[in-house]
């Protein structure tokens, strides 16, 4: 790690706190998921994940990992969204909430978290590169060893039957498929890798090309900056699906457009970095033209050009479907 690196780490503390959304939503993960479940049907990864999961199928597993953000390690490690999401509700048991209450007791410091930073398992759903790299690599200022990138190695790590790598503790073949399940949506999502880092009069800049990381130019993966016009901001914006996108219109084009998706290249622990150095890119168009207003209450401002969305719908299909496609040939290639 650089000198920079470790700077930057010792920094960001607070600023990392809690600085991102649900990647997709519950919807763009049950799509997701959903897209998975049919294109590994009548496979050895299909039976596999029967005899994980049971009765849960790849599109129920794909929430999970955002779920067990409602245990609260401040109360004992209890469940405390009992009621309040619909996709949860699978999961609001005895048994299961017991089950999401040992996942984050094993999981919330084990990444030495500095103070203000949040349980070491939400930061797994993440990273944070800047856009104008064209690759994802560890040296970057953003990248951690506990963030979406290895969250995904290591996933993969338990369920071709190693041990989890540290930080990660991963207890078994369930635990590790209920969390790839989702993490491979996550690295999909372009705000969920990609990030514009911002001077205080809006102008963008490159963390690694400045002798020292300024934290406060961090914008929280798009948590902070707001949208003219609208009541949210761009990560939020990013986390929405049209209806056309949800899992109930997954149709035969779809799942053809996910099969014809070649399958990565290399050794399957690379694909992680594969997919998230794609995913950069995408995020660079995110936030391709736009103008960022000067730095005010701890949040920047844009303004969307006219065709913002239908790009931005675009891209979001696109990336739901190599999530699909790439969850199922992860599993194939762990049980071919």
Same mark, same amino acid.
């Not at 995904?152 to 503790?169: E, I, K, S, W, Y």
């Given at each position: 790690?650089?000198?920079?690196?470790?700077?930057?780490?010792?920094?960001?503390?607070?600023?990392?706190?809690?600085?991102?959304?649900?990647?997709?939503?519950?919807?763009?993960?049950?799509?997701?998921?959903?897209?998975?479940?049919?294109?590994?049907?009548?496979?050895?990864?299909?039976?596999?994940?029967?005899?994980?999961?049971?009765?849960?199928?790849?599109?129920?597993?794909?929430?999970?990992?955002?779920?067990?953000?409602?245990?609260?390690?401040?109360?004992?490690?209890?469940?405390?969204?009992?009621?309040?999401?619909?996709?949860?509700?699978?999961?609001?048991?005895?048994?299961?909430?017991?089950?999401?209450?040992?996942?984050?007791?094993?999981?919330?410091?084990?990444?030495?978290?500095?103070?203000?930073?949040?349980?070491?398992?939400?930061?797994?759903?993440?990273?944070?590169?800047?856009?104008?790299?064209?690759?994802?690599?560890?040296?970057?200022?953003?990248?951690?060893?506990?963030?979406?990138?290895?969250?995904?190695?290591?996933?993969?790590?338990?369920?071709?039957?190693?041990?989890?790598?540290?930080?990660?503790?991963?207890?078994?073949?369930?635990?590790?498929?209920?969390?790839?399940?989702?993490?491979?949506?996550?690295?999909?999502?372009?705000? +969920? /890798?990609? @990030?514009?880092? #911002?001077?205080?009069?809006?102008?963008?800049?490159?963390? %690694?090309? &400045?002798? !020292?990381?300024? =934290?406060?130019?961090?914008?929280?993966?798009?948590?902070?900056?707001?949208?003219?016009?609208?009541?949210?901001?761009?990560?939020?914006?990013?986390?929405?699906?049209?209806?056309?996108?949800?899992?109930? +219109? /997954?149709? @035969?084009?779809? #799942?053809?457009?996910?099969?014809?998706?070649?399958?990565? %290249?290399? &050794?399957? !622990?690379?694909? =992680?970095?594969?997919?998230?150095?794609?995913?950069?890119?995408?995020?660079?168009?995110?936030?391709?033209?736009?103008?960022?207003?000067?730095?005010?209450?701890?949040?920047?401002?844009?303004?969307?050009?006219?065709?913002?969305?239908?790009?931005?719908?675009?891209?979001?299909?696109?990336?739901?479907?190599?999530?699909?496609?790439?969850?199922?040939?992860?599993?194939?290639?762990?049980?071919?």
């Amino acid at each position: 790690m650089r000198p920079r690196q470790l700077l930057t780490c010792f920094l960001v503390g607070a600023l990392m706190a809690a600085s991102h959304a649900f990647a997709w939503g519950p919807d763009g993960h049950h799509t997701i998921g959903a897209i998975a479940d049919n294109l590994i049907v009548g496979t050895h990864a299909a039976a596999e994940v029967k005899t994980i999961l049971g009765d849960l199928s790849l599109k129920d597993a794909s929430v999970w990992a955002d779920c067990v953000k409602g245990i609260d390690p401040g109360k004992n490690y209890t469940y405390q969204s009992a009621g309040k999401y619909p996709e949860c509700r699978i999961y609001e048991t005895a048994e299961l909430e017991a089950e999401m209450s040992d996942f984050v007791r094993r999981n919330d410091k084990n990444c030495n978290p500095k103070p203000g930073e949040e349980s070491c398992h939400k930061q797994y759903h993440y990273t944070d590169a800047a856009i104008q790299h064209d690759h994802y690599d560890r040296s970057f200022v953003g990248t951690r060893n506990d963030d979406i990138v290895s969250a995904v190695v290591a996933a993969t790590h338990v369920l071709r039957g190693d041990a989890a790598p540290a930080p990660f503790n991963l207890k078994d073949k369930r635990e590790a498929l209920l969390v790839l399940a989702h993490y491979v949506g996550d690295i999909h999502q372009p705000l +969920h /890798v990609g @990030a514009v880092y #911002l001077d205080t009069k809006g102008k963008r800049v490159n963390p %690694d090309a &400045e002798p !020292f990381f300024d =934290p406060q130019t961090d914008t929280r993966g798009g948590n902070k900056i707001m949208i003219k016009g609208a009541d949210k901001n761009m990560h939020a914006m990013w986390d929405e699906l049209p209806a056309s996108l949800t899992a109930s +219109h /997954v149709n @035969a084009a779809m #799942l053809k457009e996910a099969e014809a998706i070649p399958v990565t %290249d290399g &050794e399957v !622990f690379d694909w =992680p970095t594969i997919w998230a150095s794609d995913t950069l890119k995408m995020a660079r168009q995110a936030f391709d033209k736009l103008k960022f207003g000067n730095l005010r209450n701890g949040h920047w401002s844009t303004m969307l050009p006219a065709k913002y969305s239908l790009d931005m719908d675009s891209i979001k299909k696109t990336q739901l479907v190599k999530a699909g496609a790439h969850l199922a040939q992860v599993l194939q290639a762990i049980w071919p």
